[in-house]
């Protein structure tokens, strides 16, 4: 446990006087802006194979009674992987037979932000009245990384969480007055400072600030399916007839360097930690309750999920042949082969309404486990990935609707933070993208 005290404290508290969420402070609404037609700047030049010059980091200590320490985690997927078969009934998995192992999970955070009026508009997330504290970074994380200044992260499961800074000033501790919370996920830069990175990880930093990353996952998915189907409407057994000759095959392994160029404010995040009615048609109670007599954990939480999400809808079924796809006739024969790198350019081009291979083959669904049918039934035939009422819209303007395969899976990517584990906030994406 981190040791109580005010050392390493971030504090840059303002205007604590204005948290009483009066009718007369202004209201500011996310969902007013139109899509970002450029992303933010690129700091490029770096040496390739040599770490980056990040600045030095000073963990912070708890603030004690009236505070807030700001952590983040990549729950137990990032330290512990997405196996299969599951670990149990019910956990995460790849339905299409695929275990996933991540090397690294790199992503810059910033601008942990507490605002006043979290339910200034009931029917707007978007909605917040003035900030009142920040704590500003950047910060560098490695997700993968444990460490022993961790903490437990909220999702439980071995889950850690990483401190990354704290704030102490006059907040209201009468639980009266709930705190908007918010961040931003940043492209790569040398001004970060670095939480917990390794050497190789520096690597990996300077190779995302050239190629203009938020977020870098690099890992290894094997094949571990068994008793696979590619099923249609009218036959829910069918065998998998476009997995052959270069797919990989049981406990054959692809490893994967996914780079996501999606600078991304998440915004007055819901709270599961808050007892309560949250509002209709929310999950849990936006905002930040503080307490007397001891600080409260604001942990920023990235789903690693959600890139490989089949639809648009939250926590529908993940999959990972759409990106082993890439690689399909890249591989010497045998088993336990090892394929090149995929990486998410190579995405780029492909039809996400109806996916084929290297080969040019056209994919199916595969189910090599029951998916998850309490989003949506599950997927049948050809492989085409539900983008819901986000236009599909191939084309040189991104802003119109999603291009392809690059485009859905970083939209989806992008949804990925939220507080306290599975707290929804509002997403304002900062690159070229339907809103």
Known sequence: MIAAGKAGVVLAVVGLAACSSKTSLTVTCASSQTCAVTAAGVDAGLADGVP?????FTPPSDP????????????????????????????????????????RVLVTLDNLTLAAGPNVSPGDESCTEPAVATA??????????????????????????????????????????PYAFGYDVIPAATSARNVNLDDAGLVDYARMINDGCTVLYVGTATF??????????????????????????????????LCFRSPTSYVNCQNPDNGGEPLAGEEAQRGIYFQNGSSVIAQVTIHLDHPFWDSVLHDTPAHF?????????????????????????????VDDTQVTDAQGAHLSWRSCTAPDASIHAPFVGPMAFDAQSVPHAPGPDPCTGLRDLYDFATYNQSTQGHLNSDGLCYVVRHYASPR
Request: proline share 10%; aromatic share 8%.
């Open 224 to 257: 571990n399916g068994a008793s696979c189907t590619c099923p249609t409407a009218a036959d829910p057994t069918r065998a998998c007839s476009d997995r052959g000759a270069g797919w990989p095959q049981l406990g054959d392994s692809v490893p994967f360097r």
């Open 52 to 56: 980056a010059p990040l600045g030095a």
């Open 64 to 103: 004690g009674s009236g505070g807030i320490l700001f952590t983040a985690s990549g729950e137990a997927a990032a330290t512990q992987g997405i196996p299969f078969p599951p670990a149990s009934a019910g956990a995460a998995a790849f339905v299409d037979g695929w275990s996933v192992r991540f090397t």
């Open 136 to 177: 500003s970074g950047p910060w560098a994380v490695d997700l993968s990384h444990a460490g022993p200044g961790d903490l437990p992260g909220k999702g439980g499961g071995g889950e850690r969480a990483v401190p990354l800074a704290a704030l102490a000033g006059d907040f209201d501790t009468s639980g009266a007055t």
């Open 321 to 349: 042949d759409q990106f082993a796809a890439r690689v399909v006739g890249q591989g010497p024969p045998g088993t336990r082969v090892t394929f090149p790198t995929v990486t998410l350019d190579m995405t780029q081009g």
